[in-house]
């Protein structure tokens, strides 16, 4: 008799004799691919010595009906089947092996051999199906099940060694079509072997799988044919697949996505060597890692009995680190701020994180301020999440001596904005404002206007912050650094500290009574000294005796004044604390 091996198929049943058997394969992954049936073979063995009348279920015991009796029972999981020696051992060199051995130990080859399988692949399912081949009845192969089934068939060593037409050749004949012929089924089949990694593995299956993923998304980059049928299995008119919005560089994108993270690595380093943009490959992890993202969620710490779902997800996302492409523009500053948050929350090798921070430092200058928005997800926690911000910003400053000034003021005017959109966050705590308006130094900033912007919000979202607080906040506000619009707006804010406000008044008045005795001289003074700069008409004429004994006594003046105001303010705040008691 021929081997027989059809394609497609869809007849469910099968005739040995006179008896009529019904087969029923169940395939969760059943349906329609691109409007047509799933790829399907029907694998019928050539030859058997024994055909069973039936295979019948009871409770989890299988009975292989015969004219023989029973004289094997085989152990697979919680279930028995109850079989034959002659159908089973002429198909299986394992069997056959286990078989002889346990002979050799019984006194009497008539009684009934017990064996237990364990760790089959595909387990109790897959074993029917090798059963009912075993018999001389046709099986229902299928994208879904023919992993398992192969990897069995190797596992029990069902070789064309010991008969022709055997099942590793019949599912390897299968296998190889499905891998070649059909993008869906490539991903059926790889999804399949999930339950049975290491087999899978060792047969190259996963490998097989992932090339042929990486040769078509690689070289079908811009077919109309697997753009159409991506674009049908998504239900959409074929005719706006000019759309942006359905690229030809990301219609495999999405099925990518649904990969298990050792599948999707090994998918990716096969796209990677095959040369794609490096673009599209970040975009590829970005997709990916998008979805993983959503299932990591807030409150790790208390995820005690999860310690393997925690170290899963570590080991993902270190893979995801080093499987980025290194070229510039591959893959987004957000991204890789994300991905430097879960690396922090979940604590992974600190040299990844190294990597990533530096990998941000570098185009911080050429980053939006959306980009550096990552949000927090606790009902609790700040909108947004400053530390890993602060913690770029610290890796920025170690290096920021090769910059020139043009990159450093663009580094400057965003991390200004950044803090005046956090600012309004009622949630940010003081400590994390103040290391983040702290860590740059001042030759960053042309001017602190925007600063002092940022600090006037925060303040204004948090009413409720002591002196000591605010002026803590406060301090690095600086009266030469600012315009001379933002000193009237401190002078006027009744939200800052009173020593500022006082200090700033001060120094205002210094300024108008120099600007006033000076004879064209400008005065420009800080809290520590007045820098003073001749006018072009008297830059000759030096400076008289008379007017340093002015400046002198002017300075005298301002530190009486405000010694006297510190004392008020003592006086204030213990009259404060006895009205409270």
């Known amino acids: 008799m021929k081997n027989k091996f059809q394609l497609p198929v869809h007849d469910d049943k099968a005739t040995i004799g006179r008896k009529s058997v019904a087969v029923n394969c169940e395939n969760p992954l059943d349906g329609t691919v691109s409007g047509r049936k799933l790829n399907r073979c029907v694998i019928l063995p050539p030859n058997v010595p024994m055909v069973a009348d039936s295979l019948e279920r009871r409770n989890q015991n299988w009975i292989a009906q015969a004219n023989s009796a029973i004289d094997l029972i085989i152990q697979v999981g919680d279930s028995s089947f109850h079989l034959h020696k002659l159908a089973m051992v002429s198909r299986s060199e394992y069997l056959n092996r286990l078989v002889f051995q346990r002979k050799i130990n019984r006194e009497s080859a008539d009684d009934i051999l017990n064996i237990q399988i364990e760790n089959l692949p595909g387990g109790k399912k897959t074993f029917e199906l090798i059963v009912k081949f075993c018999y001389g009845w046709k099986i229902d192969i299928t994208s879904a099940n023919v992993a398992p089934v192969y990897c069995a068939a190797h596992f029990l060593e069902m070789s064309e060694d010991l008969e022709e037409g055997n099942l590793i050749s019949k599912t390897e004949a299968f296998l190889s079509f499905l891998i070649l012929s059909s993008w869906k089924d490539t991903f059926r089949v790889l999804k399949s072997t999930e339950s049975i990694s290491s087999w899978a593995k060792e047969l190259q299956i996963v490998k097989r799988c992932s090339e042929a993923i990486a040769w078509k998304a690689c070289t079908n980059q811009n077919a109309s044919s697997f753009n159409c049928e991506y674009a049908e299995c998504l239900n959409v008119n074929t005719s706006k697949m000019n759309n942006s919005e359905y690229s030809f560089d990301a219609w495999w994108f999405e099925d990518l996505s649904l990969l298990r993270i050792d599948h999707f690595i090994e998918v990716i380093t096969c796209i990677k060597r095959r040369g794609i943009k490096s673009k599209i490959l970040g975009s590829c992890i970005e997709h990916w890692a998008t979805k993983w993202f959503s299932q990591v969620t807030h409150g790790l710490d208390k995820v005690t009995p999860k310690h393997m779902t925690l170290q899963l997800r570590r080991v993902s996302i270190e893979c995801l680190i080093r499987i980025l492409p290194t070229e510039e523009h591959s893959v987004t500053c957000n ?58 910003l610290q890796c920025y400053v170690c290096g920021m001596s090769s910059n020139p000034v043009p990159k450093l003021h663009n580094v400057g005017k965003l991390m200004d904005g950044y803090l005046i959109h956090v600012a309004r966050d009622a949630n940010l705590t003081m400590e994390s404002f103040r290391s983040l308006v702290e860590v740059l130094p001042q030759n960053v900033r042309s001017s602190d206007d925007n600063l002092y912007r940022a600090i006037d919000m925060f303040l204004k979202a948090h009413p409720y912050l002591a002196e000591e ?76 005796g008379q007017e340093i004994m002015m400046m002198r006594k002017d300075v005298e003046l301002i530190k009486t004044q405000i010694l006297e105001l510190n004392t008020c303010k003592i006086k204030l705040q213990k009259q404060l604390k006895r009205c409270i008691c």
Do not use: W
Request: proline fraction near 2%.
């Open 335 to 392: 991204f890789l701020l994300h991905l430097l948050k879960v690396g922090a929350m979940l604590k992974i090798n600190p040299e990844l994180l190294c990597v990533l921070e530096r990998r941000v430092a570098l185009i911080l200058e050429q980053c939006h301020i959306q980009d550096l928005l990552v949000k927090n997800q606790g009902e609790n926690d700040p909108l947004y999440d400053v530390a890993v911000i602060l913690r770029v």
């Open 469 to 544: 607080d605010r002026t803590d906040v406060c301090r690095i506000l600086e009266y030469h650094r600012l315009s001379q619009e933002a000193r009237q707006h401190v002078m006027n804010n009744d939200r800052l500290p009173l020593n500022l406000t006082t200090r700033f008044v001060l120094l205002e008045q210094v300024k108008m009574g120099r600007s006033m005795t000076s004879n064209g001289s400008n005065y420009r003074r800080t809290n520590t000294q007045t820098v003073i700069s001749i006018s072009k008409d008297f830059q000759r004429r030096q400076i008289s």
